[in-house]
C-alpha cells in the first residue's frame, strides 16, 4: 500500500485538485446563468415601464394637442433609453408624432370682425 502511495501520489493530488475544481466551475457558472437571467428580466421590466410611459405621454399630448418643452425633453430621453433596451418601430412613431406638436398651446385669437 506504501508503494502504491508512493508511485501514484501526484496523480491521486491532481485528481483531488481536479474535482474540487469541477465543482467550484459548475457552482460558478450556476450563479453566473442565474445573474445573467435576473438581469434579462429586469432589463424587459424596464423596457415595458418605458414602453407604457411613452404610450401614456403620447395619449395626453395629442390630446392636448401640444407638449411643453420640459415634458418633450422627457420624452426624448425615456425614448433614448427605451431604445437602448431594443425598441420598436411603432413607439417611434408616437414620439415622431409627439415631437411634431407645437411647444405650447396655441391660443387662438379672438375673431375681430366679431367684436366689432
Not at 36 to 54: C, F, N, P, T, V
Amino acid at each position: 500500500m506504501n508503494e502504491f502511495i508512493l508511485e501514484y501520489w501526484l496523480q491521486v493530488v491532481f485528481s483531488v485538485i481536479l474535482t474540487i475544481l469541477s465543482f467550484g466551475v459548475r457552482k460558478i457558472s450556476s450563479v453566473l446563468y442565474n445573474e445573467i437571467a435576473e438581469q434579462k428580466s429586469i432589463k424587459m421590466g424596464i423596457q415595458a415601464i418605458l414602453r407604457d410611459r411613452l404610450i401614456q405621454s403620447y395619449n395626453v399630448h395629442i390630446a392636448l394637442g401640444y407638449c411643453e418643452i420640459h415634458n418633450r425633453d422627457n420624452i426624448s430621453n425615456m425614448h433614448k433609453q427605451y431604445g437602448t433596451l431594443g425598441a420598436d418601430r411603432v413607439i417611434d412613431r408616437l414620439i415622431d408624432e409627439i415631437i411634431n406638436l407645437p411647444v405650447k398651446k396655441i391660443e387662438k385669437e379672438p375673431n375681430s370682425e366679431l367684436e366689432q
